[in-house]
């Protein structure tokens, strides 16, 4: 798994405003990329894709960069007070993608240029809640990590909160490419969290992702840089392998042995759920897909919203709760288990 090289990149003519959109369009176009211009915010329509399949996945290869206009920030209960956003979509390609139905057709990985100006509204948003701490999410709409290499926003964005007494981050990853923040000034306000599945799913429904030793050298890493480090392991997926369950407490063992010597980490879980809406898309883009989405260990549950997502039954999830906590408690006695869905 390589470092995310777009196959085409994008600029919105008001990002050459800003000396980073001009930096990355001087390096685009002396690297050789195919570098083009839109001239309306929101509106790409030079990605080519006949099939919902074919646009999906020339999406993924496309890289617009843009300015964040609405510099509003979202709430992000419960997990967060706000999200902090800093790029919309990723490159990877994985099947039970939580953003699966809340990206347009083409979801191509847009990352913003105004960073100073996302900063500045953070610094607002923490000054209203003072003395209270207020949290930021960095990956509620897109994994930041993979165009790290070209904007540096995660970087920035880890130093401005090691300067804020009242301010935190955090975001969450598949990719490893973390090296350019292990030297940030963080001062232990930004936690990095890790999406990990066991290596069957990762491959069978993760495309494009890099391998979960890969993450878990990754993990090794920016936790010996002193950052606070967790584990999300999602989505817990307990009717694709025989053994079930086990499968999952084999994963927090090899977790355990990877990160060796380093406690103070935070765990969440998440086992599989989906709506009718993301089934339709999925089977749309994937129509080989082998994720197990019918069976009897499923029923259907309505949401707060009015639509409704298919879960497991409460047997079930009880099952795994209990297994999945107790050997959490019993490999990392120092950790914090956030919550379990
Ligand atoms: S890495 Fe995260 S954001 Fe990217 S496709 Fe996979 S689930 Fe979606």
């Known amino acids: 798994m390589s470092a995310f090289a777009p196959a085409r990149v994008i600029f919105e003519r008001e990002a050459l405003e800003y000396p980073l959109g001009r930096s990355l369009y001087e390096r685009f176009s002396a690297e050789g990329f ?11 329509g030079t990605i080519p894709g006949k099939t919902p399949r074919e646009a999906y996945a020339e999406a993924k290869k496309t890289l617009v ?16 007070h706000y999200q902090l956003p800093l790029t919309t979509s990723c490159p990877g390609k994985c099947e039970y993608c939580y953003l699966m139905t809340s990206l347009p057709a083409r979801p191509y990985v847009r990352a913003y240029v105004n960073i100073e100006e996302i900063l500045s509204r ?44 009242y301010g935190r981050f955090r975001f969450v990853t598949k990719f490893t490419d973390l090296d350019t923040l292990l030297d940030v000034e963080h001062n232990g306000r930004t936690t990095i969290r890790f999406s990990v599945n066991i290596p069957e799913i990762i491959r069978a429904h993760e495309h494009g992702t890099p391998s979960l030793a890969k993450r878990l050298e990754a993990a090794g890493k920016v ?25 999952y407490q084999e994963l927090l063992e090899e977790i355990r042995s990877r990160i060796n010597g380093l406690d103070n980490l935070s765990f969440e879980f998440i086992t599989h759920r989906f709506t009718a809406r ?5 089977r749309e883009i994937f129509p080989r897909t082998r994720l197990p989405m019918l069976g009897e260990n499923r029923r259907f549950k309505f949401g707060q919203f009015g639509y409704g997502k298919y879960v497991y039954t409460p047997e079930l999830m009880e099952a795994a709760k ?18 379990f869905v």
């Open 34 to 44: 195919k570098v083009e211009f839109t001239g309306s915010h929101n509106r790409v």
């Open 322 to 339: 209990k297994a999945l906590i107790s050997k959490t408690k019993a490999l990392f006695p120092e950790s914090k288990i956030e919550y």
């Open 278 to 282: 993301a089934e339709k898309r999925i």
């Open 223 to 247: 936790a010996r840089a002193g950052y606070p480090v967790g584990f999300m392991v999602a989505p817990i997926i307990l009717d694709g392998d025989p053994r079930g369950i086990a499968v």
């Open 122 to 165: 953070t610094r607002q948003y923490i000054d209203q809640r003072k003395p209270q701490i207020t949290l930021f999410e960095g990956s509620a709409t897109s994994d930041p990590v993979p165009v790290e290499r070209y904007t540096r926003a995660l970087a920035d964005t880890i130093r401005f909160f090691g300067g804020q007494e």
């Open 65 to 80: 960069f843009g300015v964040r206009r609405t510099l509003d920030f979202q709430t992000c209960k419960p997990s967060a």
